[in-house]
């Protein structure tokens, strides 16, 4: 089933804040151990419309949150900036019905439209579920690392991987952006 997409706005931030701590909770898809409050939220909100990245949501007819979708800047030196790093997330009890997918292609577009080449994925290497989805999306894995996470008690392993979003597209030259 497909459902709307759109752009996050503040009203939205209760129930990203709510996906979001379940998923420190719960998951290994988020290294962090402590929830989060909604200023937290709120700051984080800010900081990505300050670099008009997106937000978005997909909702459902009572436009009710089911997940969301973000990227930032991968590293913050100037000789990444036409690479990001994303975040999908799907509410737990809709996760698994394909909501995932349509929040990845649509994010994708929205990078694409930002003039970003590269698309990252740093993902705890047992989420087979979500490297799988990166796979089919055409994401590769460009690299493992080994135990450098700890949660719940136990060392985590980390799978980069990547997706060039224009491919064979000519680096920026001096002073041409």
């Not at 804040?17 to 290294?31: G, H």
């Not at 709120?42 to 978005?56: E, G, H, K, N, T």
């Not at 994925?121 to 460009?142: D, V």
């Amino acid at each position: 089933m497909t459902y709307p997409i759109r752009d996050a706005v503040h009203a939205d931030l209760p129930a990203i804040r709510d996906i979001y701590n379940d998923a420190v909770l719960n998951t290994t898809a988020i290294w962090n151990e402590q929830a989060v409050d909604l200023g937290n939220r709120q700051a984080w909100f800010s900081a990505r419309q300050s670099q008009a990245y997106p937000i978005l949501v997909i909702v459902d007819g009572d436009n009710t949150v089911l997940g969301y979708a973000s990227f930032g800047d991968w590293r913050p030196f100037d000789g990444f900036r036409h690479t990001v790093e994303h975040s999908v997330y799907v509410r737990s009890d809709q996760r698994g019905n394909g909501l995932g997918p349509q929040l990845m292609e649509a994010l994708i577009e929205r990078a694409k439209g930002c003039g970003k080449h590269v698309m990252v994925a740093a993902i705890e290497s047992g989420n087979t579920a979500s490297i799988c989805l990166h796979e089919r999306i055409g994401f590769i894995t460009t690299g493992q690392m080994p135990q450098v996470g700890t949660k719940f008690g136990r060392w985590l392993d980390l799978t980069f991987m990547q997706l060039t979003l224009d491919p064979g597209a000519q680096p920026p030259g001096i002073n041409q952006e």
